[in-house]
Every structure is written in C-alpha cells, then in structure tokens.
C-alpha cells in the first residue's frame, strides 16, 4: 500500500477521499495530530487534509446565527467582525497555545480532539452550539454535548468530518475566564463561558476541564434566570453571584491530576463563575 | 564547524559584540542538533518506564529483525567500566539488573532513520519486576540501600561557635523546595563518528569537555587520547549539561556500527535524561537578640539526590555553608543529608544548593522581623555581612562582601507605580482574563543570597588557555565550553585589552587541542579561563615586547588558590570567593485564585568588575527569569518516582508574558582582591535570591505562611478561603 | 523506508522536492533534515517553545505541527531566507545583536521569524502586544528584556523616531 496524503479541494472530493481510503487519519490544522506523530505515538498510514476544502474555510452569517467552518482557525475567530458576534469564543481564542498556534489550530480539530481542556468547548456548550458533520451517511448535525461523549471521544462516526459549527448570535453579555498556572500559552485548569440570552431571557453558563466533557451548570443558570430583572439586565440581590459560583461548581466532577487539584478546580470555578456573572449583571 | 562568524571590537568594560552572535541571528550556527554527515545513523535510547524495577531479561530479536536497524546494545556491550559519575561513577551506562529511576537508559539503537531507531528501541521486550520505589528522601536516609553504595550520598555536620547558644527571640519553619528543570532550549544531541582506528570524535553540547571524554573512554575501556570531544553548539546548559547524558551510548554505537551516528533527545527525553535541581526540605530555627542581631542559626537540610551520586555531595556542601545567609551569625548547627531515593537524578543547576538554602533563610529572616517588629531590609541590614566576617564554616571572608550596599540600593530603588488601567493582560492570569481589581493584592518582598564562586573543597580547579600571536592575529585556544553566557566575548576582549590587537580569533573548543578549562559552572570561567587567557596573552605580550618575532605562542594553566574539605566540625577553609546579591519583586496576586503576576524584581549585583555591561545584563535577567519561574511555576511533578510532567506543555517556564521588568538598582563594582581584573562570575547570583524575593512578596500581598516553592495557585487560593472562613 | 512519500514545495524561493520522506515527518524534520536547512530549531516538537517557527504562505506557525507532505505546493520563508533576495542581515536581526537579545541563541531563529511577523502586521506594537506576540517563543538564557528591547529598536528605526523605550548601554 502507498501512503499518501490527500489534499482534497472541495467537499465532495474529502468524502470521497475518506471512503477510499484505507485507515484515513484526518489532519486538520496539525497543531494535535502532529504531536502525537511527532511523539510516535500515532503513525498514520494515509492522511486526509482537509485545510484546502473550501468549503470548511472561514464563517459566515445565516439569519440569528453563525456558521464556523471546520477550519477557521483561532487566530480568524480572536478577530475581526466575528469577534463582536460571539465575544466569549474571540476570548476563549486568545488563551489558546501560542500565535503560532492559533495561526494553525482550527474550531473543528478543537472539537475532533475533545479534550476536556479544549479551550473552545466550554463556550460552545455555553451557546448550544450544533456541529454539523458529513460522511457515507450523509449529513448530520448534533448538539456540542451529545457531540462529546467522553475523554477524547466523540460521537464521530467511522470516515465521518465535522464541517461546521453553527452558533447563535445573541443579544447580551459574554464572558470567558480560564484558570492556568501562566499568563499565556497554558493548558486550562479551569474554564468557564457564560452567555446571556437577553431576549431569550436564558443564562447559560460552560465549564470545561472540570469533567470529561464540558458541563452545563443548570442549577446555577436556573438561580441566575430568577434573579435577573431583564429589563435593566441586571441582578440587584448581590447573594445571587456568590450562590451562583457555588451551584456551578456543584454541577463539575474535577480530579487530582499533575496541573492542580480537584479541590482547586472545584473552588476556582465557583470563583471564575461568580466574577463571569459580576461581570455581566452586576 | 566554526563556532564564530565575525570579527568583533571591544575591549574589557565595552558591550563588545558575540563573535557568534551573526550566525545566531542567521540562523547558520550550527548546535549540536544540527550535526550531520555521510553514512550517518540515529540513535535512539530505550528509557525504563518504571522507578524502581528488576530487569528479568531483554530480548533484543525483534528490535534486531526491524529492517534499517544496524545495532542494539544492553549493559553486556559496555567494554569498559559498566557506570559512569561526575564524582562517583555509580550510574550504569545501562541499567544491568535493576532500574533506580523513570527514564533509565536500558537499551540503545541506531537505525537509518530517526522514526526506525524509537520503533526498534519500542520493539526490544523487557521483562519487568516491578519493586516498591523509595521516594521519601528523609525516610532514604535510614531505609534498604538500593544501590550496592548505599543510600547517603553525602552527610554533613557545620559546628560553628557556641551551638548551644539561643536567643531572646527565636522563629521556627519548615520550608520546601520542588525539583527545577534547567529546561535550556537546545535538547541533547551530539555526533560521534568512529575514527577507523578503534577511537571515536564525539561531537557534543557540553558544560565540561575534558570530564566527559574521561568518562566516555573509561566506559569504551578506551586510553583517553582515543577519544576526542569536540564542543557543538550548545543551546543553553545551566548545571544540566555537567553530567553525561547519551555521549558515552552514542560513541558506543558509532564504534558497533562504524557509522557516524547522530543521537537528539525529545524533549520528554530530555527531562528525563538529565540531573534536575535537587528538591529540598529544611527546617530553620534562628536566634536573636532583642535588637535583631542574629545570635545563632539551626538548620537541617535534606536534600533528594535521587537515583545517581551526579554532583549531590559537592550541592549539599554548599547548602549548608550557605545555609545562614549573607550575615555574619556568631554560632551555628547545621546538619546536611544528600541522599538516594528512586526519584530522577539530582545534581547541578545555576545557583548548586545555595537557591533552596536562600529560600529558607530568607523567609526565616522575614518570620525574625515580624517577631521583632523591625522592618525586613532594616534587620538585614543590622547583620549584612562584610569583609572580614566568617562563614559558618569558620572561614573569614577576605574578599569584597558589598552585602550592606547591595541591601540599600536595592531596597531604595523606586517602587513601580501601580496602572489605574491596566491592561487584562497584565493581571494576573493574563490571557485568561480572570482578574477581578478588587481582589487583587500588591506585595512587595526582599531577599539577599550569596554563594561561592569557582569550585571548593579541596578540588584543584583550574584552566588551560593558549595564546598564538602571528601576523598581528591573536589566536585563542581553551576548551571552556561556551553555552550562551558570553566566554567567547569575554576572551576576545582580554586579548584585545592585553595585546593591543583588533583580530582575535577562537579556536573550536576540544580536547585532542588543549588540556581542560574546567566546567561552564560555579560562575567560574570569567575567572579561572578568562583568567588562563590574561595570563597567557601577558606572556605573549612581554616576548613581543622583548623584542621576539612572530608567532609566539604561550600557554597557561591558571589555577585558583588551593582550598580545603571541610572537617568533623564543618570547619576549614573551603572556598576561594563569594558573590553576592539582593532582589526586591513586587507581584499582584489575586487572592481568590491564587494566580500571580510578578511586576517587577529590582536587583543589585556585587560584580566585582563590569567587563561587559551588555552581557552582565542579559545574566542578571536571565537568572531571574529562572528564579521567577522557580518560585511561581517551575516544579518537575513527581508522583511516587514518576514524572508526570516531561513536556514543554506541562513543566511551564516563564514567558514574556509572565517575565517581569527588572530593574538593575546596582552593579556594585568592589574589586575583587587575586581575580583577574577583580572581575566576578555574575552568571549565577541573579538566580539565588530571586526566587526568594518573589516568594516573600506573595507572603506579604496574602498574609500567607507560603512555606514551599513553587507556591502554586492552589497553595494560596485554598489556605486563603480557609483562613478568612477561620475570620 | 517502504512507507515513503515524495512532494515538491518552495522554500525560500527555491522550489525543492522531497523524495522518500516517512510519511510522518514534520515539516521541521524535511527542513533541517532533509533539505540543509537546520535555521529552524527543534526544541519540542509540540508547538509549546516556538523555535521552529517558520512562515508556511505567508502564516507564522510551528514548522514542528505542519506535516511535511501537507505542505506540498507551499511556499515556505525560514530563517535562512527572511533576509530575502538583498541577502545579509534584516533590521530584525542587527537589532538583535545590538541590543544584546543573543546568548545560547537557540531561540533566536525562531524569534527573529517573529518579531519580523508581528512588526509586518502591527508596525508600532505596544509593549503588551508585543509580549504577546512573543509569548509562544520560549527564551530560557535572556529573561526577553534585551529580545524586548530589539524589538523596540527595530520599531523606532523604522518610525525614524530614534531612540527605543529600552536602550541598552553600548
């Protein structure tokens, strides 16, 4: 068998790229595939490229929502009108890697990936974000928390591309926190998106590497939700924001692991939980 | 393979250029990484993946039967001695028998391609019988040796005075030091090219030519001269390049396969394939009179040395003749351990024992003050020490001991104003956005260290330079192995000084050309080979001056003044010189979260002599970027003997978005009495007190005991929502 | 190696072909390895040090992330060519020496890639955007101030405004 890395340019030609291939591994923007090749601890065979597909390039706007293209990269979504659109993802873009980095890494290897420090998946769970993917069986399109199922696990099939992740463009304040031991090009020890819907009158609040997946904090957005007044968008019982940060962090199963503690993770989310709703509705 | 690329002016006390500094900003200087020739093989090393194990067999076959494999070597392909050590030769070139640490070498291979030789060492079956690992060092001490040479590496008692005298004030702590990493950016790498004859050049990143080449040939069972070691560019060393690390398996597979054969760590290999700073605890009591001047320091250190001997002796000797500071302390009790654990070998890194010791007694000093109610600086003051003081060792102090300039130009810089708006990214969690101002402290912290210059105890140390003056072109040879601190600058200038030319040229560093300069290590070559280099250039200068025609040529061995090993008491005069310096950080920490931000560390040096001021300040910074890392990120995470955290996404180093400004308060210039130009080292002062000044400006924002480096997020989070839920 | 790949893309304005290559080799490895090119530098090889950094059309990334046979058909600017066609040495890198920026060096490469990409995009960088922008370059010798103050030389002279907020003694 020949190896090969296939540079497909359209999106019909990927699908087909992957059903043919034997054991395809699919590169993206590289920035976690090749540690591993690097590391040996992944020796593909056959490679998919999928940083040419036109069709997975760049965003655009479709009615109340966004559509992100697999491979935007962080550097496109840190910046730029897309910003403004979805500010706690542009925050969340910031903090990833380096430059260099997210000059390469693309929303969709982030959510590929699924790591429960991935950088992006606490906003999106923040948003209900819809991943959109495509494979032998078609299209199809799910929830970013059935999309994650585990520990760099997702509900990707065999052969199967996310294409797309669709976001709403909501009226309200964003926030993004992320915990980590240096001030730049960290790995997170803790995470948290809050998003206000203030039409929708919702507060939603992602925490990410606290879990193996990201969480949703609904105990903490139902208390939120009760005490906004939605009219001045702001919450006047000043108990709600401390009661707030420690509901989100009832709702998060954190471990012992090299980069912290359980016990820090669980205190630093309800610390970052309660500044994220200061913040907002204070 | 020249190591420098132009021609450069200045003389001493002039911010004269790198001669390698184009082919460094050109990308065309060449590391050792960067090493190729024809026919050339990679090596690679099978590392051990447990800490503490019995080696019931190895079967190579699979490994062999890869196609591209040309060698797979164990333990029973070492012809000469099977260990090899800086001062002990207890570590096994393979581990035989038994596995001491995670990341032992096992086995080597060498393949036609780097991807064949990881998949072929992957591929040779170990039979492992796990053991229980030792990891506590206090509990090594007494515990089943696991090496045929027990336990302790080194213990040490320091008698000084009356150690039975105490004080009206006396405070008390047990402090904790986490294991660094010199983390340098160039990894491990070298070429060893079999020589035809049975001898082999080995092309290598190194701190200390002559010493590897003796290690290397006494493992081949090789007469010395038939190995020649050759300095290949190094990316930055710290103390981690002293020990060897893959030179005697490379020049073992160049011989087995008659290749050239090139041999690069990744960089997990490389923390795992390299001595780290040895983690410390100690417990500190010191005595004092009720106007604050020190009347005795107790101290116990004990010191992790891990699996292998390394340097550990020598880094405990200097702990505890540090152990009390920069003050003149009438009476003292120290007790040292340096001991085995089945934990990463421990040995040389920038500071070599007096960074933990500072640590401690410098958070003693703050405890003293607040129990006095004196002001921090002012109790330092009260007993800096000067010339003419004694160590605890007995010692008198002979040389410049700035302590008390250093103290007041320090602390009377300027604090740095304080940004009504500041930008997010310059709070404390940075990128991260997590700073709320109004949970934001400000601290300022102080501390002075000192420590040795050039190597003790009885070691005869010394430095081998060679002047050739021909055709108005002064040629310099010395094995001194510059790793980025500026020796090769250094030596032009001394030569241009002393001789009056302009075209200095640098000889490539080997060991086949010139006998040895010594390590890059101890802050010692701008003394011991710049000072071989003065005084071989003197020599060339006064047969010109005589009247005799060119070339002349003139060699030196420079030998500092002959020191003594300590007695039963700790006593005797162990060292040649000290260097000293003071540092003052400020940091804003967020007190919810624990995350910090060190603003500034302010700092004065006692130098000596600037002999190049660009270069003194490119040390100073750079050794306090370390210190800072060590006192807020830098840990090498062990959990029961293994590293969890071999990577540059883990073991976090500063970045320029965590390193302060530092402000250069002072560079003290006392001359020093017998060094060449009363120039001293200035390489490893900034890295002793730094941690220390940090660590006391986190103590002073949060009102914490902080007790161990580094002090991590949850190390301040956590003790604060627990002592204001106490309030 | 049977698993092997051949591709063709530009480096430095030469068009280079890669023949035999192990399907898994970074781009890093095909530079330094494969094609002479060792200015790019390999200190982790997982994107966290920044001393590979490379530009890939017209983009700065870690040459250590960019699979070497994606790459086919790009147009790839190192070290080695930053200078261009006037060959010596860039502003950047005078910059460097002069200020001191210099020690082991090992970095250095990657960060010259850098400061050139950040003062192409944003020429008068504040100090914190130009932290950022360096905070994916590990430096373990200089601390950044001399690497700081290079590039704050770089940006005066350029703006002809003369002197830089952190000069360094001469």
């Not at chain 1, 020949?2 to 993206?28: C, H």
């Not at chain 1, 065999?158 to 031991?181: D, H, M, S, W, Y």
């Not at chain 1, 954190?254 to 939980?273: G, K, L």
């Not at chain 2, 164990?74 to 393979?94: C, I, R």
Request: hydrophobic content about 40%; some cysteine.
């Amino acid at each position: 068998m020949t190896p090969s890395v296939a540079q497909p340019r359209s999106l019909d030609d990927a699908v087909e790229a992957l059903r043919t291939a034997i054991d395809p591994t699919v590169l993206a923007g590289g920035t976690d595939l090749m540690v591993a090749i690097n590391a040996g601890s992944r020796r593909p065979t056959s490679v998919v490229s999928l940083i040419r597909v036109p069709e997975l390039q760049g965003w655009h706007r479709d009615g109340d929502e966004v559509v992100l293209g697999a491979c935007l990269t962080y550097a496109e979504i840190e910046r730029g009108e897309l910003a403004s659109l979805v500010p706690a993802l542009a925050q969340a873009a910031r903090t990833i890697g380096s430059p260099q980095i997210r000059n390469a890494a693309t929303l969709g290897g982030n959510l590929g990936t699924a790591s429960p420090a991935g950088d992006s998946l606490p906003v999106l769970a923040a948003l209900d974000a819809t991943v959109e993917t495509i494979g032998p069986d078609g299209v199809r399109t799910l929830p970013v928390l059935e999309f994650v199922t585990g520990v760099k696990r997702t509900a990707l099939r065999a052969q199967e591309i996310i294409t797309a992740v669709r976001v709403p463009v909501l009226r309200g304040p964003q926030e993004f926190l992320k915990v980590g031991t240096r001030n730049a090009m960290v790995i997170s020890v803790v995470m948290a998106a809050l998003v206000i819907d203030l039409d929708g009158r919702s507060v939603r609040l992602g925490l990410g590497s606290v879990a193996p997946v990201p969480v949703r904090a609904r105990d903490a957005e139902a208390l939120a939700e009760g005490s906004v007044d939605w009219d001045t968008a702001r919450i006047g019982d000043q108990t709600v924001f401390g009661r707030f940060g420690e509901l989100a962090a009832e709702s998060t199963a954190p471990i012992d692991d090299h980069r912290s503690t359980a016990a820090y993770r669980r205190h630093a989310v309800s610390v970052c939980a309660r500044r994220a709703l200061e913040r907002a509705l204070r | 393979m020249s190591l420098t690329g132009e021609r450069v002016r200045g003389g001493l006390g002039e911010s004269a250029r790198r001669p390698d500094g184009g082919p460094k900003v050109a990308g065309s200087f060449v590391f050792s990484s960067d090493l190729t020739a024809d026919g050339m093989v990679w090596g690679s090393i099978l590392r051990a993946p447990y800490p503490h194990a019995r080696i019931r067999s190895i079967d190579i076959g699979p490994a062999l039967a890869l196609p591209g494999v040309h060698a797979v070597l164990t333990a029973a392909d070492v012809p000469g001695d099977s260990s090899y050590g800086l001062e002990h030769a207890d570590q096994p070139v393979f581990a035989d028998d038994t596995v001491r640490y995670i990341g032992e070498a096992v086995a080597a291979v060498a393949a036609d391609h780097p991807d064949t030789a990881r998949r072929a060492a992957r591929a040779i079956v170990v039979d492992y019988e796990e053991l229980e690992p030792l990891v506590e060092a206090e509990a090594a001490i007494t515990a089943e040796p696991i090496h045929p040479d027990g336990n302790v590496f080194a213990h040490l008692t320091i008698r000084h005075g009356d150690t039975t005298a105490s004080g009206d004030v006396v405070v008390e702590g047990d402090y904790e030091v986490g294991m660094q990493d010199q983390a340098f950016m160039g990894p491990e790498s070298g070429l060893a090219i079999p020589d035809g004859d049975g001898g082999v050049d080995l092309h290598m990143s190194t701190q200390w030519l002559h010493v590897d080449r003796d290690q290397v040939a006494n493992c081949l069972g090789l007469p010395h001269d038939k190995v020649r070691m050759s300095l290949a560019g190094v990316g930055g060393a710290f103390g981690a390049r002293e020990d060897v690390s893959m030179q005697v398996h490379l020049c073992l597979l160049a011989l087995h396969t008659n290749r050239p054969v090139k041999m690069v760590f990744s960089r997990e290999e490389s923390f795992l394939g390299h001595v780290h700073r040895h983690p410390a605890r100690m417990h500190y009591r010191h005595h004092a009179d009720k106007d604050g001047r020190l009347v005795k320091v107790e101290a116990r250190i004990v010191l992790d040395g891990g699996a292998y001997a390394s340097t550990s002796r020598p880094v405990l000797v200097n702990a505890c003749c540090f152990a009390a500071g920069p003050y003149a302390v009438p009476n003292a009790l120290v007790e040292g351990w340096a001991v085995r654990t089945n934990n990463p070998p421990c040995g040389a890194m920038r500071g070599f024992g007096a960074v933990q010791a500072c640590f401690a007694h410098e958070a003693q000093m703050d405890k003293l003050a607040a129990a006095l109610d004196l002001d921090p600086v002012e109790l330092r003051l009260r007993n800096a020490m000067k010339t003419g003081d004694r160590l605890v060792t007995g010692q008198v102090v002979t040389g410049a001991a700035p302590v008390e300039e250093l103290i007041r130009t320090c602390s009377g810089w300027p604090l740095p104003a304080e940004d009504p708006e500041p930008d997010p990214m310059t709070l404390p969690g940075g990128a991260g956005r997590t700073a709320d101002g109004s949970r934001l402290r400000r601290g300022v912290g102080f501390a002075v260290g000192f420590k040795n210059l050039m190597y003790s105890a009885g070691f005869d140390d010394y430095s081998t330079a060679r002047v050739r003056l021909e055709g108005g072109v002064a040629t310099v040879t010395c094995a001194a192995a510059e790793v980025g601190q500026g020796f090769v600058t250094l030596a032009e200038q001394i030569v241009r000084e002393v001789l009056g030319v302009d075209e200095v040229i640098l000889a490539p560093p080997g060991t086949a050309d010139i006998g040895s300069a010594g390590s890059t290590s101890a802050s010692r070559q701008t003394w011991m080979s710049g000072g071989a280099v003065e005084r071989a250039a003197l020599a060339v200068r006064d047969r010109r001056d005589a009247g005799e025609r060119e070339p002349i040529e003139e060699t030196y061995e420079y030998h500092h003044p002959p020191t003594s090993p300590l007695d039963e008491n700790g006593q005797g005069n162990a060292h040649v010189s000290y260097v000293f310096a003071a540092h003052r950080a400020v940091v804003d920490v967020d007190l919810d979260l624990g995350l910090v931000r060190v603003v500034e560390v302010a700092t004065s040096q006692d130098v000596g002599r600037v002999l190049n001021p660009l270069q003194v300040i490119g040390q100073v910074e750079g050794g306090i970027a370390q210190g800072v890392g060590l006192a807020v990120m830098e840990e090498i995470v062990m959990d029961r003997g293994v590293v969890r955290n071999a990577s540059f996404t883990d073991y976090l180093i500063p970045t320029a978005l965590d390193m302060p400004d530092v402000a250069i308060a002072a560079l003290v210039e006392e001359p020093e009495p017998g060094a060449p130009f009363g120039a001293k080292g200035v390489g490893e002062p900034p890295t002793i007190s730094s941690s220390a000044a940090v660590a006391a400006a986190i103590r002073a924002a949060t009102g914490l005991a902080l007790t161990r480096i580094p002090v991590r997020p949850q190390d301040i989070a956590l003790a604060h929502r627990d002592s204001t839920k106490l309030a | 190696m049977t698993d092997s790949v051949t591709f063709q893309l530009t480096v430095n304005g030469a068009d280079r072909v890669v023949e035999g290559a192990w399907l898994g080799e970074s781009l890093l490895y095909v530079l330094r390895e494969r094609l002479g090119l060792p200015g790019a530098k390999n200190a982790c090889e997982q994107g966290e040090c920044g001393s590979c950094s490379v530009r890939v059309d017209g983009t700065l990334v870690c040459a250590c992330l960019v699979l070497g046979a994606s790459a086919a058909g790009s147009e790839v600017v190192t070290v080695e060519g930053v200078a261009g066609d006037a060959g010596g040495l860039t502003d950047v890198q005078q910059a460097f020496l002069s200020q001191g920026a210099v020690q082991c060096g090992f970095c250095t490469p990657g960060l010259v890639m850098t400061v050139h990409d950040l003062l192409e995009r944003n020429p008068t960088p504040t100090e914190v955007e130009l932290r950022e922008a360096i905070s994916g370059n590990l430096c373990r010798c200089t601390g950044y101030g001399r690497i700081l103050a290079a590039a704050q030389a770089v940006v005066a002279e350029r703006s002809g405004s003369g002197r830089s907020q952190r000069e360094t003694p001469s």
